[in-house]
């Protein structure tokens, strides 16, 4: 398994995941003003980019098995 590419997608994954994360917090925005609403951009990204990098190390690692097993058909 080549686990350079593996992190890379995971990276990319993550970056667009995080960019999901901001988004949906952009569209929920409310107009309340607490500490707790003040420190969801970073909670949002974090959890974004976590799910992002998770997904695509998992879908890469699944083609690279995958090509794993076809080389060895």
């Known amino acids: 398994?080549?686990?350079k590419l593996i992190i890379f997608c995971g990276c990319l994954s993550?970056?667009?995941g995080m960019v999901f994360g901001i988004t949906a917090l952009?569209?929920?925005n409310n107009k309340y003003e607490?500490?707790?609403d003040r420190e969801l951009d970073e909670y949002y990204a974090l959890v974004g980019a976590s799910?992002?990098?998770a997904v695509?190390?998992?879908q890469e690692c699944i083609r690279e098995m995958k090509q794993q097993r076809d080389?060895?058909?």
Do not use: Q
């Open 14 to 16: 993550g970056l667009i």
């Open 26 to 28: 952009e569209i929920g």
């Open 51 to 53: 799910i992002g990098f």
């Open 34 to 36: 607490s500490k707790f």
């Open 56 to 58: 695509g190390a998992t």
């Open 1 to 3: 398994m080549n686990i």
């Open 71 to 73: 080389k060895a058909d």
